[in-house]
Each structure stands twice: as structure tokens, then as C-alpha cells.
């Protein structure tokens, strides 16, 4: 069973900075592409970054390119999303999710599963 505890979330202000992070078990962490998604109120979850089963491929969002940056560290089975100049549109609370297959394996955010709380992100003027 897919377990994906989610942490780091907090309320900043404009132009912040925060590092999210996110432990998985339950699957075989090292075969595995992972992923930041998030979703704000109102709106359809979307997908913000990915990253390859061996840390050497990422995707980005257009909307968070040159900000944030994804990373995974597979000794201890977890994957951090370094969040830097935090905008007002950034609020939203943020999933990790996980995908047994290339990160672009049926479309780049296609396909994934879920299996976190989420971990909310504030940002305030």
C-alpha cells in the first residue's frame, strides 16, 4: 500500500521561501518517478514538478520554472520540493505522488497515485 506522508507546508510571505518534503514507503522507492502536484481552492489539482526513478530528469510547470526545484534523495526513500520567490498564486496545498513508470510514461502528470494528507501552503502579502 502506497504511503505518502507530506511536511514542510507553512504560511509565508511574498517572495519566501519554503522546502517541502515528502517520505514514502509501501513501494519500491528507487524504481519509482515521483511528483509534486497541488490544488487551491476552487480549482483542479495540477501537476508542479517531477522527477525521474534516479533523480536525473525533471519537469516543470511552466508557472514555477526557475523557482522551484525538485529533488529526491532514494537512501532515505524521500522527495523535497524546494520552493524559492513564493507568489500569491502558490497557495495551495501541495501532494506528492508517485508513478511505477517513466515520468512521461502516458502523460507527464497522468497516472499517478496519491497517498498523502497533502501539506498546505500559505502565502500572504
Known amino acids: 500500500q502506497v504511503q505518502l506522508v507530506e511536511s514542510g507546508g507553512d504560511s509565508v510571505q511574498v517572495g519566501g521561501s519554503l522546502r517541502l518534503s515528502c517520505v514514502a514507503s509501501?513501494?519500491?522507492?528507487?524504481?519509482?518517478?515521483m511528483a509534486w502536484f497541488r490544488q487551491a481552492p476552487g480549482s483542479e489539482r495540477e501537476g508542479v514538478a517531477s522527477?525521474?526513478?534516479?533523480?536525473?530528469?525533471?519537469r516543470y510547470a511552466d508557472s514555477v520554472k526557475g523557482r522551484f526545484t525538485i529533488s529526491r534523495d532514494n537512501a532515505k526513500n524521500t522527495v523535497y520540493l524546494q520552493m524559492n520567490t513564493l507568489q500569491a498564486g502558490d497557495a495551495a496545498m501541495y501532494y506528492c505522488?508517485?508513478?511505477?513508470?517513466?515520468?512521461?510514461?502516458?502523460?507527464?502528470?497522468?497516472?499517478?497515485?496519491?497517498g498523502g494528507q497533502g501539506t498546505q501552503v500559505t502565502v500572504s502579502s
Open positions: 505522488a508517485t508513478k511505477l513508470d517513466l515520468c512521461g510514461y502516458g502523460g507527464w502528470w497522468a497516472g499517478f497515485t496519491f
Open positions: 509501501g513501494f519500491i522507492f528507487t524504481r519509482n518517478c
Open positions: 522527477i525521474d526513478y534516479a533523480g536525473e530528469r525533471t
